[in-house]
């Protein structure tokens, strides 16, 4: 389903990301994990098609996202959605959040979901559908995100993200700017939607213990480069990074 190979990225004169390559499978959840700097969203943003790569590639779905002309990579680009750590990142503070959620289902009024097609004609409806989908009352859709809170604006970036029923959800740090309380709902409700729609997630986290939970493979960042890659039945196996060793120690404590 994606396919990172060789992929390498400078800001001004300094790499961020060094010679990255791994494959993910369909309904797969791989678990991005580094410390704070070490490339962790700038990789997504390339996944993302929002960033160029300076060298290798990122193909999705048998599409290469470098060589794509504007019109298909535009195209490309819907296969893949993002939930960021600040939900507010994906909602428009101008926009009514029913509004928001189906933002992507305007641009690419082509690719509704099969799970709303039936509604396809009435926007409000599947606004309804999606709020139902991420667990949030009918009658939030008519606020604006400040008027949510904070875990009920994610659940609303959560419907916006699926909207489209993306190949592959990408969830950066999906909880980290919520209260410990609301996080485990908000993890349990991701894990509810990958099933419901087999969709992939790269989810991405510094918390070893949050993707231990959710993810089935793990890659581990360090300082740009792609030290660990390995399967969760190795986690504690022999073969295991020193760096990842620290992250487990460091979950495990908390
Ligand atoms: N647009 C940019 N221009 C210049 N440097 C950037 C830009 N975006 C990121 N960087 C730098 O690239 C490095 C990697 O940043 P990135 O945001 O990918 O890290 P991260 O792993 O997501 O960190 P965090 O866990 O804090 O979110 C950092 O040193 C950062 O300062
Ligand atoms: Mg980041």
């Known amino acids: ?32 994990i ?8 700038t990789l997504a943003k390339l996944i993302l098609g ?42 428009n503070p101008k926009l009514r959040i029913w509004k928001s959620i189906i933002e992507p289902l305007e641009n690419y009024p082509d690719a509704v979901p099969p799970f709303l ?21 009918q ?17 609303a970036a959560i419907a916006r993200g699926i909207s489209l029923q993306p ?8 909880t980290s700017s919520l209260d410990v309380s609301i996080q485990a709902q908000i993890l349990n409700l991701l894990r509810e939607l990958k099933n419901e729609f087999n969709m992939s997630y790269l989810f991405i986290s510094h918390d070893m213990a949050a993707a231990r939970y959710m993810c089935n493979r793990f890659a581990v960042l360090k300082e740009g480069s792609l030290v660990d890659l390995f399967s969760a039945d190795d986690l504690f196996g022999v073969n295991r990074h020193p760096y ?4 487990i120690a460091a979950a495990m404590e908390s």
């Open 50 to 91: 929002i960033a160029q790569c300076d060298e290798g590639e990122v193909i999705l779905n048998g599409a290469d996202f470098q060589s794509l002309k504007k019109g298909e990579l535009r195209r490309a680009r819907r296969h893949v959605q993002a939930v960021f750590q600040d939900p507010s990142a994906s909602l």
């Open 139 to 155: 009658d939030l859709m008519n606020r604006y995100p400040h008027q949510l809170s904070g875990g009920q604006r994610q659940r």
């Open 34 to 41: 580094g410390g704070s700097g070490s490339g962790k969203s």
């Open 244 to 247: 990842t060793r620290k992250l």
């Open 1 to 32: 389903m994606l396919e990172v190979k060789n992929v390498s990225k400078s800001y001004q004169l300094t790499l961020v990301l060094k010679d990255i390559s791994f494959q993910m499978a369909q309904g797969e959840c791989l678990g991005l």
């Open 167 to 174: 190949s592959l959800l990408i969830c950066d740090e999906p």
């Open 117 to 137: 097609i039936e509604v396809k004609a009435d926007k409000r409806k599947m606004a309804e559908i999606l709020l139902s989908k991420v667990g949030l009352q």
